[in-house]
């Protein structure tokens, strides 16, 4: 299965703290992406990487993306009440796929 | 901000019946998609649908699913004879390209819980 699978399955950090989870996978891909999904809403896409990057950033959020190791990870800093949510990894195999493989994503709770 | 729409929000429908639901991509997108999520699990692919006709699906999309694009804006999934585990979220997402070269904008869901 090409599904991504995050890790850990649940995190709770003190407001201010960093979150880091990880995404493993299993066959090549042409990009990574990650959303976020509050609570009973849906899917919101945070950054992409693709498969010749190794890091990008957008605002508080870092994303790696380890090739060799499969794997990838979200790095959320100064962590905020409001980045309570669950986290996806979503990977899609080829530029012209038309679907999206989701892990079981991780819940992170930010306590205020 | 451009958003895609879905209704209804929730759905309440007995065992055997037909339920539709609609949504509306945002206008300027040319793919759609159709995911589902049962509760506490994986977000799952059902159907991608491009130029007016299914351009992949799961082996989840089964005889039981259908989808439609009646008009110029909506986009429809229909599951005819439900079952009790078709209960779930749907979501409705669209893009500009292809999933794999582009992000997928989703829509808020709609639950379908099958009594």
């Known amino acids: 299965s090409q599904q991504g699978e995050e890790d850990p399955q649940a995190l709770s950090i003190q407001e201010g703290e960093n979150a880091t989870m990880n995404c493993s996978y299993k066959?090549?891909?042409?990009?990574l992406q990650w959303y976020r999904q509050n609570s009973g809403r849906g899917l919101v896409h945070l950054i992409l990487?693709?498969?010749?990057?190794r890091e990008k950033h957008s605002g508080r959020l870092r994303v790696t993306l380890d090739t060799s190791k499969k794997s990838s990870s979200l790095l959320i800093t100064a962590s905020r009440a409001a980045d309570t949510a669950s986290y996806f990894c979503?990977?899609?195999?080829?530029?012209?796929?038309?679907?999206?493989?989701f892990g079981a994503g991780t819940t992170v709770t930010v306590r205020a | 901000e451009p958003e895609v729409t879905q209704t209804p929000s929730h759905q309440v429908t007995q065992m055997g019946q037909e339920v539709i639901l609609r949504c509306v991509p945002i206008?300027?997108?040319?793919?759609f998609y159709w995911y589902r999520q049962i509760l506490g699990q994986k977000v799952e692919f059902l159907v991608s649908?491009?130029?007016?006709?299914?351009?992949?699906k799961s082996e989840i999309f089964d005889d039981q699913f259908s989808v439609e694009r009646p008009d110029g804006s909506n986009f429809t999934l229909k599951i005819r004879s439900t079952k009790l585990e078709d209960s779930a979220m749907y979501f409705c997402?669209?893009?500009?390209?292809?999933?794999?070269?582009?992000?997928?904008?989703f829509g808020a869901g709609s639950r379908l819980t099958v009594l």
């Open positions: 997402a669209s893009s500009v390209t292809p999933s794999g070269a582009n992000v997928l904008t």
């Open positions: 066959t090549s891909i042409n990009n």
């Open positions: 990487i693709r498969s010749n990057e």
């Open positions: 979503a990977t899609g195999l080829r530029s012209n796929d038309y679907k999206l493989s």
């Open positions: 206008s300027n997108h040319l793919y």
């Open positions: 649908f491009y130029n007016n006709e299914i351009s992949e």
